[in-house]
């Protein structure tokens, strides 16, 4: 079965850092990008950024730059992002995407909850 | 990077047709938007109901289609039912970059 498993809910204050990951089984972890999309309570989704993990390359919404690191690890099959200088804005669902066009999978991770409060 | 631009909300009766249309599909420089339309339920991921604007995965119903004309996509529910009741994002792929519309909900009379 396609899955992608994400890390529990996470608490975090003002201005610290928050690591997400995103464990991959399935399908070969190279051959689709992980896409990281967030969704704040009540909003809409919001698309952050993707990583390639056959070659790490990255690609970043213009909102993130300089606050979000994607990386991926395929020792372990596995995803992350990182937001950093979190504010309460940041308080949402963050979603991992595995999905390359023109490829029909679409799978996403179950989704891990990020409060940001002091 | 522009959000796509979705109606807030349409509403249908069983049986009847609704289309949730998504203006800002089309890229200046010419690029290939890559459409998708994703179904998400309270609390649950996204689902992948169309893809490459017009096409539908194995086991979504065919009561959804897609279309894409210019510089707007649309998605059309065909035949209203109560479990469709939910929420729907356009979404555009360039390659590079991806966004999505605010989203619709859609509610059965």
């Known amino acids: 079965e396609v899955q992608l498993v994400q890390s529990g809910a996470e608490v975090r204050e003002p201005g610290a850092t928050v690591k997400i990951s995103c464990r991959v089984s399935?399908?070969?972890?190279?051959?689709?990008?992980i896409h990281w999309v967030r969704q704040a309570p009540g909003k809409g989704l919001e698309w952050m950024g993707r990583?390639?993990?056959?070659?790490?390359?990255?690609i970043y919404a213009k909102k993130f730059r300089g606050r979000v690191v994607l990386s991926a690890d395929t020792s372990i099959d596995t995803a992350y992002m990182e937001l950093s200088s979190l504010r309460s804005e940041d308080t949402a669902v963050y979603y991992c995407?595995?999905?390359?066009?023109?490829?029909?999978?679409?799978?996403w991770g179950q989704g891990t909850t990020v409060t940001v409060s002091s | 990077q522009s959000a796509l631009t979705q109606p807030r909300s349409v509403s249908g009766s069983p049986g009847q047709s609704v289309t949730i249309p998504c203006t800002g599909t089309?890229?200046?420089?010419?690029?290939?938007?890559?459409v998708s339309w994703h179904q998400q339920d309270p609390g649950k991921a996204p689902k992948l109901i169309i893809y490459?604007?017009?096409k539908r995965p194995s086991g979504v119903p065919d009561r959804f289609s897609g279309s894409k004309s210019g510089n707007t996509a649309s998605l059309t529910i065909s035949g209203l039912q109560a479990v469709d009741e939910a929420d729907y994002y356009c979404?555009?792929?360039?390659?590079?970059?991806?966004?999505f519309g605010g989203g619709t909900k859609v509610t059965v009379l």
């Open positions: 490459d604007a017009n």
């Open positions: 399935g399908y070969t972890f190279t051959d689709y990008y």
């Open positions: 990583v390639d993990p056959d070659d790490g390359l990255t």
């Open positions: 995407r595995g999905w390359r066009p023109p490829s029909v999978m679409d799978v």
């Open positions: 089309s890229s200046a420089d010419g690029a290939y938007n890559y």
């Open positions: 979404s555009s792929y360039t390659g590079r970059y991806m966004v």
